[in-house]
């Protein structure tokens, strides 16, 4: 079946740092592919996502390139901030909805 | 604030007890899914409804049972409780349950079983 794998956390960052957050993917046909972020003690956001072979998903200076030949789907920062102290999921939509979400990252960034 | 609600917040009971989840979609969104968060599984996707519909089933225990109601709110039924039930459960919706749509989270009802 499908499935997401990601890296493992937790990651600890100095402010200003570079970011990849790992990310690959396992799926017939043509997913959706998501990155989500958990800050502590509330739900999940959608951070960014991408659609097609390709495409790149931006937002608030992450991004990440959907690369079928790979399947992947990496996270990148160039300089992350502490207030990008979080979990991470990737994740992909394969059937109308139904989000399958990797085993997410902690992300700790220090000032 | 995601315009998803959940309630409770916080759960708490005994093993072999009986519990209701409730969750409100955002205005507009016809679809509503639910997601369990634990230490062990990780986030688990169980059951989608649309329009008062099931749509899709994850792994969802047998003693679990949802439905949506007419004016789109949607609860969750835990029943047979044991231990291993206790996690985060998470309410989402989107407004047609296509595969692009972004779906919205609630800030979950955190569920522990003694």
């Known amino acids: 079946g499908d499935s997401v794998t990601q890296m493992e956390g937790p990651v600890t960052l100095s402010e200003e740092a570079f970011l990849t957050i790992n990310c690959t993917y396992t799926?017939?046909?043509?997913?959706?592919l998501f990155w989500y972020v958990q800050y502590p003690g509330e739900g999940l956001q959608l951070l960014l996502k991408?659609?097609?072979?390709?495409d790149k998903g931006s937002n608030k200076g992450f991004e990440a390139t959907y690369r079928k030949e790979t399947t992947s789907f990496h996270l990148e920062k160039g300089s992350v901030q502490v207030s990008d102290s979080a979990v991470y999921f990737c994740?992909?939509?394969?059937?109308?909805?139904?989000?399958?979400f990797g085993q997410g990252t902690e992300l700790s960034v220090k000032p | 604030d995601s315009g998803v609600t959940q309630t409770p917040k916080h759960l708490i009971t005994a093993t072999g007890q009986r519990v209701t989840l409730r969750c409100s979609p955002r205005?507009?969104?016809?679809?509503v899914y639910w997601y369990q968060q634990s230490l062990d599984q990780g986030l688990q996707f169980l059951i989608q409804?649309?329009?008062?519909?099931?749509?899709a089933k994850g792994n969802i225990l047998e003693r679990f049972s949802a439905q949506q109601f007419p004016d789109l709110h949607s609860e969750l039924n835990l029943s047979s409780l044991e231990l291993g039930d206790s996690a985060l459960y998470f309410c989402?919706?989107?407004?047609?349950?296509?595969?692009?749509?972004?779906?919205?989270f609630g800030p979950g009802t955190r569920l522990t079983v003694l």
């Open positions: 994740a992909l939509d394969n059937q109308g909805g139904k989000l399958i």
């Open positions: 409804y649309y329009n008062g519909e099931e749509r």
């Open positions: 989402a919706s989107s407004v047609e349950g296509l595969r692009n749509n972004e779906q919205f």
């Open positions: 991408a659609t097609k072979a390709d």
């Open positions: 205005s507009g969104d016809l679809s």
């Open positions: 799926a017939t046909g043509y997913p959706s």
